[in-house]
């Protein structure tokens, strides 16, 4: 059952976030019970306005810091200017076990963290004390630091108030029984009246103190809804992401198996390639009684014969054999316009050109009137050769003299 206020802690009853509650007593040991007695921490506080001026406030408006200076003003320098509080009486107010457990679950109730049930207030707790802040996103620390700033700033009120109220508690005791038992008990409802005006005072405070602590419990809601709705984000996103990695890997694991059929073949494609390129190599030398080398030669001489296209190795092997021939490689193909105005003639390879490559090429030519004509696909050089040299044959670039047109 969760808790509805500070007595049902005070009753023994355990709060609803245990280990969030036992992480705010060591946390209140450490900021609030300095020393044991309010005296204590009093004098820390007092010290504090000391060294933090009207200067420095101004210069820090609007930050956490601001914020805990505008706490420690209001109540140090508000009750001890009507000399309520004073060092002597307050080093006999000492913080025992029973007090401090009754202070902090009145600001932990007052803070309504019982409310809260989607926040893990047990589980960031625990992460923390035990030093495993990594396993914590950042949204849930910015979530639990809000939490904590809500309660500190609500324990400060709670623990001054209670000193208030101890005071006044005991100041009114003393009178009483001063008054009751002492030669001048005529004067005991004067001073009772005295007393009541003072416990009314206390009163009006404690109402100021509830109406700022509601404030607080409305900005902790507000926090608690923002986190769940973030968590809530987190959890579709998380989701989405795996399924898109299982997706992945799937499809790498295809990949992978195209990848080695491809590299198989290939392999295949070399083996044949290399037996097709020595069978058509002794075809050429048994058939052919001409050097189409020697007469390609002559050609290149004479015309401008630009070669656009064609497999990489085998014009490479064919530029070597021919170097008068003018080559244009696929990657040069964009910036060769000049080129080809400026050829007597343009053999295409088609087998290694996009269709937007052969049309332009096809334009060119036909709008500066250059022959233009097609070689097949040859795995050989040889044979190749020997095609470039029928093909311009045909053009009429290979008479008797090599002067063709």
């Known amino acids: 059952m969760a808790v509805k206020g500070p007595a049902d802690i005070i009753r023994?009853?355990?709060?609803?976030?245990?280990?969030f509650f036992d992480y705010l007593m060591r946390r209140?040991?450490?900021?609030?019970?300095?020393?044991?007695?309010?005296?204590?921490?009093?004098?820390?506080d007092v010290n504090y306005l000391k060294t933090h001026k009207l200067s420095w406030?101004?210069?820090n408006y609007g930050t956490p810091e601001?914020?805990?200076?505008?706490?420690?003003?209001?109540?140090?320098?508000?009750?001890?200017?009507?000399?309520?509080?004073?060092?002597?009486?307050l080093e006999q107010i000492t913080f025992t076990k029973e007090k401090k457990r009754d202070i902090v679950g009145s600001a932990y109730a007052a803070c309504c963290f019982d409310d809260d049930e989607k926040f893990d207030l047990d589980g960031v707790a625990k992460a923390i004390s035990n030093g495993k802040d990594d396993s914590i996103s950042d949204k849930q620390k910015q979530t639990f630091r809000k939490a904590i700033n809500t309660f500190d700033e609500t324990m400060?009120?709670?623990?001054?108030?209670n000193a208030v109220a101890e005071l006044y508690r005991r100041s009114a005791l003393a009178e009483l029984s001063g008054e009751f038992f002492s030669p001048q008990g005529q004067d005991a409802a004067k001073r009772l009246k005295t007393a009541q005006k003072r416990i009314a005072l206390i009163e009006t405070k404690n109402d100021e103190l509830e109406q700022r602590l509601k404030s607080l419990t409305t900005e902790n809601g507000e926090v608690t809804k923002q986190a769940a709705e973030a968590r809530n984000k987190w959890a579709g996103i998380q989701n989405k992401i795996e399924s898109q990695q299982?997706?992945?890997?799937?499809?790498?694991?295809?990949?992978?198996?195209?990848?080695?059929?491809?590299?198989?073949?290939?392999?295949q494609v070399v083996e044949l390639?290399?037996?097709n390129e020595s069978a058509d190599e002794a075809l050429v030398d048994v058939v052919s009684e001409i050097n189409y080398r020697e007469e390609l030669d002559k050609i290149f001489k004479v015309h401008k014969v630009v070669f656009v296209g064609g497999n990489f190795n085998i014009m490479s092997k064919f530029s070597k054999r021919n170097p008068a021939a003018i080559i244009i490689p696929r990657n040069r193909i964009a910036t060769a316009d000049q080129q080809i105005e400026n050829a007597d003639v343009v053999l295409m390879k088609t087998d290694s050109m996009s269709h937007k490559e052969y049309y332009k090429f096809k334009q060119i030519a036909v709008r500066k009137g250059i022959p233009f004509g097609y070689i097949e696909n040859r795995a050989n050089v040889r044979l190749m050769e020997q095609d470039v040299f029928e093909t311009l044959e045909l053009m009429g670039f290979a008479d008797a003299d090599g002067q063709g047109r």
């Open 12 to 19: 023994g009853r355990l709060p609803h976030h245990p280990d």
């Open 28 to 44: 209140a040991q450490k900021e609030f019970f300095v020393g044991n007695t309010m005296s204590s921490l009093f004098m820390r």
């Open 57 to 59: 406030a101004k210069n």
């Open 66 to 89: 601001y914020k805990e200076y505008v706490c420690i003003a209001s109540i140090v320098r508000g009750i001890s200017g009507g000399g309520i509080l004073q060092e002597q009486l």
């Open 156 to 161: 400060f009120y709670m623990v001054y108030l």
């Open 246 to 267: 299982t997706e992945i890997e799937k499809l790498r694991q295809l990949l992978n198996e195209e990848r080695a059929k491809n590299t198989e073949l290939e392999q």
């Open 273 to 275: 390639s290399v037996e």
